[in-house]
């Protein structure tokens, strides 16, 4: 994402994050060929200043980007998107209501979602700021370790190993793995696996693959529990 020849943010699949934009022409570039699916949230300087708590991190920075009027990140590390994010974008863009009640259902939707998104992006700086000054902080080799586990789930998903398989693999153990693994990622070994499952079948369900096919293809023995773990993370049916 540019502010004309600027660059403010690059998003990896399945990250968010909120900005203060400018009038100024905002330009969304993305490789030729690639297939994306965005969601853009739209909200006035003066509702989200409404929404947020003066003691959260984002308002004084909003506050000062708006008297500037200078585009800014809210954070400088994007979040993962959690399931249930998901099914709140979904929700909103699936509105069943018209008129007045439609954006009263939206509102809701939408106070919804940044209590979770803020309270995530809270905890994620007070994360970082404890990392900063504490001892035992993660050391680059430990960092780099997390990285090969990530490396070797994308490549196992037919046959994921165990966590601690996994550990021996990139020279940890489990305790640490799962420790280090939601300090890189924001999630954990299992949650990383599912969210990549996830976009997999979804990826193949838009290609024209039976969702029986694809069920099978992520690991799931019954199409059912496919189904189930389907619309719990996406909000929707793998048949929609």
Same mark, same amino acid.
Not at 128 to 152: C, F, T, V, W, Y
């Given at each position: 994402?540019?502010?004309?020849?600027k660059? /403010?943010?690059s998003?990896?699949?399945?990250?968010?994050?909120y900005l203060?934009?400018t009038?100024e022409?905002?330009?969304?570039?993305?490789?030729?060929?690639e297939?994306?699916e965005?969601f853009?949230?739209?909200?006035?300087?003066e509702?989200? &200043?409404?929404y947020?708590?003066?003691?959260h991190?984002?308002?004084a920075?909003l506050h000062?980007?708006?008297?500037r009027?200078?585009?800014?990140?809210m954070?400088?590390?994007?979040l993962?998107?959690q399931a249930?994010?998901?099914?709140?974008?979904?929700?909103?863009?699936?509105c069943? &209501?018209?008129?007045r009640?439609? @954006? /009263?259902y939206?509102?809701?939707?939408l106070g919804?979602?940044?209590?979770i998104?803020?309270?995530?992006?809270?905890q994620s /700086?007070?994360a970082?700021?404890?990392?900063?000054?504490?001892?035992?902080?993660l050391?680059?080799i430990?960092?780099?370790?997390m990285? @090969?586990a990530?490396n070797?789930?994308?490549?196992?998903?037919?046959?994921?190993?165990?966590?601690i398989?996994?550990a021996? @693999?990139?020279?940890?153990?489990?305790a640490?793995? +799962?420790r280090h693994f $939601?300090?890189?990622f924001?999630?954990?070994?299992?949650?990383?696996l599912?969210?990549? $499952?996830?976009n997999q079948?979804?990826? /193949?369900?838009?290609?024209g693959?039976?969702?029986?096919?694809?069920?099978?293809?992520t690991?799931?023995?019954?199409?059912?529990?496919?189904?189930?773990?389907?619309? +719990?993370?996406?909000g929707?049916?793998p048949t929609?």
């Amino acid at each position: 994402m540019q502010d004309t020849d600027k660059t /403010l943010l690059s998003f990896k699949k399945q990250e968010y994050n909120y900005l203060f934009l400018t009038k100024e022409n905002v330009h969304l570039n993305w490789l030729p060929g690639e297939r994306l699916e965005i969601f853009e949230l739209g909200m006035s300087p003066e509702l989200m &200043l409404h929404y947020l708590p003066q003691e959260h991190p984002f308002y004084a920075l909003l506050h000062r980007s708006i008297e500037r009027n200078e585009p800014a990140l809210m954070s400088n590390s994007n979040l993962l998107l959690q399931a249930e994010s998901n099914n709140i974008l979904y929700k909103m863009i699936n509105c069943p &209501l018209d008129g007045r009640y439609k @954006q /009263l259902y939206i509102k809701s939707k939408l106070g919804e979602l940044l209590s979770i998104e803020l309270d995530a992006f809270e905890q994620s /700086l007070s994360a970082s700021r404890s990392k900063a000054i504490k001892p035992g902080a993660l050391r680059p080799i430990d960092i780099e370790r997390m990285h @090969q586990a990530r490396n070797i789930i994308i490549s196992n998903l037919q046959s994921p190993c165990s966590l601690i398989d996994l550990a021996h @693999q990139v020279g940890t153990n489990d305790a640490y793995l +799962k420790r280090h693994f $939601k300090a890189v990622f924001g999630t954990t070994v299992f949650g990383y696996l599912h969210m990549v $499952k996830m976009n997999q079948a979804k990826e /193949l369900l838009q290609a024209g693959v039976s969702v029986t096919e694809v069920a099978t293809l992520t690991g799931y023995k019954y199409v059912s529990h496919f189904n189930r773990a389907f619309k +719990k993370h996406f909000g929707y049916a793998p048949t929609k």
